[in-house]
T-cell receptor, first 117, second 114 residues
Framework: EAGVTQFPSHSVIEKGQTVTLRCDPI?????LYWYRRVMGKEIKFLLH????????ESGMPNNRFLAERTGGTYSTLKVQPAELEDSGVYFC???????????????FGPGTRLTVL | AQSVTQLGSHVSVSEGALVLLRCNYS??????LFWYVQYPNQGLQLLLK??????LVKGINDFEAEFKKSETSFHLTKPSAHMSDAAEYFC????????????FGQGTTLQVKP
């Protein structure tokens, strides 16, 4: 079974540019999460999809960040325009519906390292 | 607000020595607790989890953690460190009633010396 995949693995852009990160969850996982780790800080929650719906977007920093999950499959996270403080590692995770008996084990992707210059 | 504190951003042990990584959480109601490990260039991997069953939880690779409500702690231990245990370890909490988001500590990098 394929794990959570993220693309690209690294991205270097200039301030003011736009970047789109992609996450492909494990097939059949309804829950999809985005997290971010800024250098030297803890991993912080950004938002949570259940299928194509945003369940919780309380962690999104501001309106320069736009997340979508078309059709409830893969998700994209767009940053427009990017600022220096957006640099960090963006993780995606997915999990099954808890009704199937798994206590929210989130499977993480390897992350996308974003550098804004 | 819920928070997780990992004491020590870097821990160094000798191969074969006991590993102890500390984690304290703030919560008025016992939450779900997790330890994740991240090896270089990989995603976070679940080591073990506490979900209100046994307070001593065993995970993969001989790691275990004990939930102590009175101390609001969930420290991770391993009796004997291997070189392959060198990685970054994260303690996380899922607050009760929450839909699923995890709150992480700042991470502890474990170095294992030969």
């Amino acid at each position: 079974e394929a794990g959570v995949t993220q693309f690209p693995s690294h991205s270097v852009i200039e301030k003011g540019q736009t970047v789109t990160l992609r996450c492909d969850p494990i097939s059949g996982h309804d829950n999809l999460y985005w997290y971010r780790r800024v250098m030297g800080k803890e991993i912080k929650f950004l938002l949570h999809f259940v299928k194509e719906s945003k369940q919780d977007e309380s962690g999104m920093p501001n309106n320069r960040f736009l997340a979508e999950r078309t059709g409830g499959t893969y998700s994209t996270l767009k940053v427009q325009p990017a600022e220096l403080e957006d640099s960090g590692v963006y993780f995606c995770a997915s999990s099954q519906d808890e009704a199937r008996g798994r206590y929210n084990e989130q499977f993480f992707g390897p992350g996308t390292r974003l550098t804004v210059l | 607000a819920q928070s997780v504190t990992q004491l020590g951003s870097h821990v160094s042990v000798s191969e074969g020595a006991l590993v102890l990584l500390r984690c304290n959480y703030s919560s008025s109601v016992p939450p779900y607790l997790f330890w994740y490990v991240q090896y270089p260039n990989q995603g976070l991997q679940l080591l073990l989890k506490y979900t209100s069953a046994a307070t001593l939880v065993k995970g993969i690779n001989d790691f275990e953690a004990e939930f102590k409500k009175s101390e609001t702690s969930f420290h991770l231990t391993k009796p004997s460190a291997h070189m392959s245990d060198a990685a970054e370890y994260f303690c996380a909490v899922r607050p009760s009633g929450n839909t699923g988001k995890l709150i992480f500590g700042q991470g502890t990098t474990l170095q294992v010396k030969p």
